[in-house]
């Protein structure tokens, strides 16, 4: 960088400008058009903006090479690339200081904030991250959240925005959000209606819940100290807040204002169309809101999108819209009013409610769409034995799509599945840990699961829950967990149940205060409003900046409201991956995951007598049944090119029960979880989709990065992508045919289990060509079709070395390796495979919102039984049982080799720079011995001058990158530390490599 700088290397300033490109691209992580142009609107380089334009719709499409980038940026400054690079040699520089310096790192981060915050204000938390990541502190994600937790400093722009914005006035909202979950026909969406108090939808119109819906918000209502919620009623609102603000204009004296034409109100300066970079990636604000009262509006949603009122009218646009919404002109000057100091106009208390799809192929993706959550209700059939396997199906307007099926899990063990998801899963915020409260539905029918009682049930209950999670649970009272309630037909002790849910969710529930400037609620409630004129329920970000220019929005308040409605699922804005959609209403998404889910049962086409409504489905299972009264056909969901329905084509394979007769993308789909574009263009697919704001394209790339998806290599044939939640569960023979290992490693999750979603987006993330190894897995194939894929079990193919099998076993994960061609070979894949999981599940827990549960290596316990295994986790060569604490011993003891737990891994560049700092002086021949090239060993010299140090933490960062990624290393380890300083050292006694072995616990160097 020192040399780019330099103008008398290069011949002319072009050239210079070239070099500091070629850096950026090099160097810099994540660099994009988006980025770029965020960088541009930030350097106020309109001309250059306005070439990059061109680029940004297609911004995964494009590939960003050093030609087309300059190409497009003819006319770039200089100070461009000194963006993107030299603040990062600053970074480079006053992180290798402080390291020196300090020993704790507390005391690093407070000083690094010291000195970001008075000698280089300039600096924001993208280049605090991309610094970090490049001395290797992880992947650039999850230290860019990290860094923007700790660093206030990328904030204070939005912090001094969204004060200016209070200052025109805002409403204070206590809010909470609350999930319904529970196995498919338990009784979830019927509870619902009556715990907000209303009337059961009837049974015919009844429909399964898909994915997840969009958040019915209700308004908390107190009349005679009970509780209740109502369905918010936006035009309602928004008059009240008008007479609100009309009574502020002539306190203010302003009451001229109300009348003055939005026109003549100050309009920012167009803005790049890609986003800058948001500084409130998450909301930063709190609150206290308010109770009132609203009528009730119809907010629901179905899993086939009604296309009816899809398209727009042709002569419909946004311009006319917002030319024709005239009623909104005195509304418009209300909120423009500024004052001195922010002023409360409403005070409310809102709770969200969403319910979700309980069907497992749901369960497995639902957790990336949920955010900011308070509660979980989690919904049981009473009449269920909790030993029973429930029936899963799925159910349209009270009649059956498909035939169910048996889950492979029992009641009780998919609840334990909901416990440990629920309370390990943070929200992504701080403070209290979301809550859990049991609800039984089915009251009145408790009995048919006789000898079992509820009594029973709330036993059983109480010994899944971990201890460490007793305190996250609401209790009916100290003895019950349960909440009883018949919601088909509730009675009065129904509804005073109902009460209590509802005021004891309001009482012990995390609620999250924010206060939302006026005219956030105005935006969101005019782009809702706008949406449904157009037809569509997705707009381009630039259409939303037109509609937030009309509002008189700012462009940074316009950014820090579109998270704010992300934040909270009001709306989806995906800012790092579709910069230029935005979802007004989040089912758009929802829905588009839901039609796969919903293609795939239909393509189970069941017979006459399987199409029972969900309360028959539970009743008939409680007694033993599997089949209900007779139903007629449901009605075709859609049309699909040729002119039939899936329907249709599904009931002729079911008549010559030859899986063959159904189309080839349709069998692929069906039997592997395999799509293509093509098979998503299909006409019973094309929901939502709009021309040049919202494509196949779009939808692909997005599930990609959200793990839903994840691309599979194809030398031959259409490009495919793997969509692990639809895969059927497996066979426990298919399990023992492909698990060939003796010593398996053994993943255990010390809170009862892993999370749901974590196992198919591990798979997604290991197939995911965006997630490169060292030795890129693949799917294994026999007769090019694949071997072992199923939704809880999963074969591998590692060229050069072997099979990979992973299994998951409800409670832990299990990896196999086989085929290995020397024992050299398999110690080798085995660190990789290890190395590849841990990494790989922090990676996806992250993306999900999990925490509180890190993985441990494990084996199976030797003290368990075969037909109900469970684990031991491994901690300085022994081994722990994780059922009985006191049963222990060595690993040594059990005879069997453990390639995969012979070394202690180096996952921390810190850790390494922190134990080599005394003798920083000597790194050169450390790196030597740790076999890093005499190139490299010179130009990190070059790059440090004489600063030792720096020269150390750069040396580690080389090592840690080559050995991720070249076959001439092995792993980092300890090991191969502890043996580099020895050798440093000429193998004498070496105080330093022993002290190393002994605090990590490898073997100590050998001794001359």
Request: proline share 6%; glycine share 6%.
């Amino acid at each position: 960088m020192n040399q780019i700088r330099d103008s008398r290397s290069y011949s002319s300033e072009e050239e210079k400008r070239v070099a500091g490109l070629q850096y950026c691209l090099q160097t810099v992580p994540g660099v994009s058009w988006g980025r770029i142009a965020g960088v541009l609107w930030y350097l106020e380089e309109h001309t250059a903006l306005e070439t990059v334009r061109q680029y940004l719709p297609h911004t995964h499409d494009i590939s960003l090479t050093l030609s087309n980038l300059t190409s497009a940026l003819d006319s770039l400054p200089d100070k461009l690339w000194t963006e993107f690079g030299w603040e990062m040699d600053v970074l480079d520089s006053i992180l290798s200081k402080i390291r020196s310096q300090l020993s704790s790192d507390k005391e690093r981060k407070a000083e690094l904030l010291r000195v970001i915050s008075t000698e280089h204000p300039h600096l924001t938390w993208e280049h605090v991250s991309d610094a970090l990541y490049r001395l290797g502190y992880g992947e650039y994600h999850h230290v860019l959240e990290r860094v923007q937790s700790l660093f206030p400093t990328g904030r204070r722009r939005a912090k001094k925005i969204y004060q200016e914005e209070m200052k025109r006035g805002v409403t204070k909202r206590k809010l909470t959000k609350l999930v319904m979950v529970g196995i498919a026909g338990s009784g979830k969406s019927t509870s619902l209606q009556t715990v907000i108090g209303e009337e059961p939808l009837a049974e015919d119109q009844r429909t399964s819940t898909p994915l997840l819906t969009r958040p019915v918000q209700t308004e908390v209502v107190i009349v005679h100290d009970k509780v209740h919620w109502k369905k918010r009623n936006p035009e309602e609102k928004k008059k009240y807040i008008a007479s609100l603000l009309r009574e502020r204009a002539q306190r203010l004296g302003q009451a001229s204002l109300t009348s003055q034409d939005p026109a003549s109100l100050p309009t920012p300066a167009p803005s790049s169309p890609a986003q800058p970079s948001s500084s409130a990636q998450q909301s930063s604000t709190a609150t206290q809101p308010v109770k009132t009262t609203g009528s009730p509006t119809t907010n629901t949603s179905t899993a086939v999108p009604d296309r009816s009122s899809r398209a727009a009218p042709a002569e419909v646009t946004l311009e006319s819209l917002l030319q024709s919404s005239e009623e909104d002109q005195e509304y418009i000057s209300l909120i423009n009013i500024p004052s001195d100091s922010h002023e409360t106009l409403l005070d409310e208390t809102v709770v969200y409610v969403v319910d979700s799809g309980g069907q497992p192929e749901f369960m497995e993706a639902m957790a990336v769409f949920l955010g900011e959550t308070s509660a979980c209700v989690l919904v049981m059939d009473l009449s269920q034995s909790l030993d029973e396997h429930p029936q899963i199906g799925y159910w349209l307007r009270g009649k059956a799509v498909s035939k169910p099926y048996r889950c492979i899990r029992t009641n009780e063990e998919n609840l334990k599945k909901f416990i440990q998801t629920v309370n390990t899963f943070t929200s992504k915020t701080k403070g209290q840990p979301s809550m859990l409260l049991f609800l039984g539905t089915h009251r009145d029918q408790a009995h048919k699961c006789l000898p079992e009682t509820v009594a029973d049930k709330n036993e059983r209950l109480k010994k899944l829950i971990p201890a460490k999670f007793e305190k996250q649970i609401i209790q009916l009272d100290k003895k019950t967990l349960i909440f009883e309630i018949n919601a088909l037909n509730p009675d009065d002790t129904d509804r005073k149940t109902a009460e209590k849910v509802r005021s004891y969710i309001l009482e012990q529930c995390p609620a999250k205060e924010v206060e939302i400037p006026v005219r956030w609620d105005a935006f969101e409630e005019k782009l809702r409003s706008l949406a449904k004129g157009l037809g569509r329920q997705v707009m381009s970000r630039e259409e939303c900046w037109r509609v937030a220019q009309s509002l008189g929005l700012e462009e940074d308040s316009f950014n820090e409201a579109l998270d704010f409605f992300h934040n909270w699922s009001l709306m989806f804005y995906f800012r790092d991956i579709l910069p230029e959609v935005v979802f007004i209403d989040p089912q758009v998404i929802l829905d588009k995951v839901s039609e796969l889910v919903v293609f795939m049962f239909e393509l189970r086409e069941p017979e006459e007598e399987d199409k029972t409504s969900p309360d028959e489905a539970a009743g008939a299972a409680a007694k033993g049944q599997t089949h209900g009264p007779d139903t007629d056909k449901p009605e075709p969901t859609s049309t699909n090119t040729d002119g039939t329905t899936p329907e249709k084509a599904a009931a002729t394979s079911s008549q010559t029960a030859d899986e063959s007769l159904l189309p080839p993308g349709w069998q692929q789909f069906e039997k592997f979880g395999h799509v293509t574009k093509a098979f998503l263009e299909d006409k019973r697919f094309s929901s939502h989709y709009h021309r040049g704001i919202f494509s196949c394209e779009d939808l692909i790339h997005l599930l990609e990065e959200l793990l839903v998806f994840a691309k599979l290599e194809s030398e031959e044939g259409p490009e495919t992508w793997l969509m692990p939640s639809v895969l059927r569960h497996v066979a426990e023979e298919k399990v023992k045919e492909v698990c060939v290992s003796a010593g398996p490693l053994v993943v255990d999750f010390p809170d009862g289990g892993p999370q749901n979603g974590i196992f198919c987006s591990l798979m997604a993330h290991v197939l995911s060509p965006q997630h490169p190894h060292p030795h890129p897995w693949k799917l294994c194939l026999s007769s090019n079709l694949p071997k072992c894929l199923y939704r809880d079990c999963i074969q591998f193919h590692v060229p050069d070395f072997g099979s990979v099998t992973l299994v998951d076993r409800f409670q832990y994960f299990e990896a196999h390796v086989s085929d290995t061609t020397s024992e050299e070979e398999e110690q080798k894949l085995w660190q990789h495979v290890g190395k590849s999981i841990f990494n790989g599940i922090e990676t996806v827990s992250d993306m999900l919102g999990y925490s509180n549960n890190k993985p441990r290596p494990a084996i199976i316990c030797p003290k368990s039984h075969s037909d109900k295994a469970h684990t031991a986790y491994i901690k300085d060569g022994k081994w722990n049982c994780t059922s009985d604490m006191g049963v222990r011993g060595t690993l040594a003891e059990l005879g069997t080799v453990l390639p995969w737990c012979d070394e202690a891994y180096i996952d921390d560049h810190f850790d390494v720079v922190s134990e080599l700092g005394d003798v920083a002086h000597v790194w050169k021949s450390l790196g030597g011995a740790l076999r890093l090239r005499q190139p490299d060993l010179d130009r990190i010299k070059a790059d440090h001058q004489q600063d030792s140090s720096s020269c150390l933490s750069e040396m580690v960062t080389e090592w840690l990158n080559q050995s991720y990624n070249t076959e001439r290393f092995g792993l980092p380890s300890w090991k191969m530390l502890v043996e580099a300083v020895a050798h440093r050292n000429g193998g004498n006694n070496n105080a330093l490599a022993i002290h190393i072995a002994t605090k990590y616990k490898v073997p100590a160097p050998a001794q001359n």
